[in-house]
């Protein structure tokens, strides 16, 4: 009988383990876990954005962009400048959800006050006790997209 290589043994094994049901340790979260528990996070920030509420809104931020804005104040200045429509939109619906490896991107159109029509691409960061932040944000107004 042929000897198989050390690598083809290990790949069989995992293979007939799972035929005839050996138990494989859980993911952490499940796709639909992960993106309903993104979109609370953005959802929460929208809404400490839109009462005022700074040090909440902040509190999403992933550390590596509280690293960037030390403080509540200096990371809603920069959200102001640049990101004014997800400061009390009109309205915002998620679109795209993908996640892979502790990291997710999830789009959302959302409706400034003034009627215009924009696309917010987050990237979302899952920490090591489980919990999401958001990492970054892309947004650009969707030409004629008005309302």
Avoid at 58 to 86: E, H, N
Avoid at 101 to 118: E, T
């Amino acid at each position: 009988m042929p000897q198989r290589p050390f690598r083809t043994t290990i790949v069989l094994l995992f293979c007939i383990a799972a035929l005839i049901g050996v138990p494989q340790k859980p993911s952490a979260q499940e796709p639909g876990e992960s993106r309903a528990l993104t979109e609370a996070v953005i959802r929460s920030q929208l809404e400490a954005m839109a009462a005022g509420d700074d040090a909440r809104a902040y509190s999403y931020a992933a550390p590596s962009i509280q690293d960037m804005f030390p403080t509540a104040d200096i990371f809603m200045q920069m959200v102001r400048d640049g990101y004014g429509a997800l400061i009390a939109p009109v309205d915002f619906a998620f679109q795209r959800f993908e996640s892979r490896d502790g990291r997710a991107i999830q789009v959302l159109n959302v409706v400034d006050r003034q009627g215009r029509l924009w696309r917010a691409t987050y990237r979302m960061l899952r920490l090591e006790d489980g919990s999401w932040r958001i990492a970054g944000c892309m947004i650009e107004e969707i030409p004629g997209g008005s309302v």
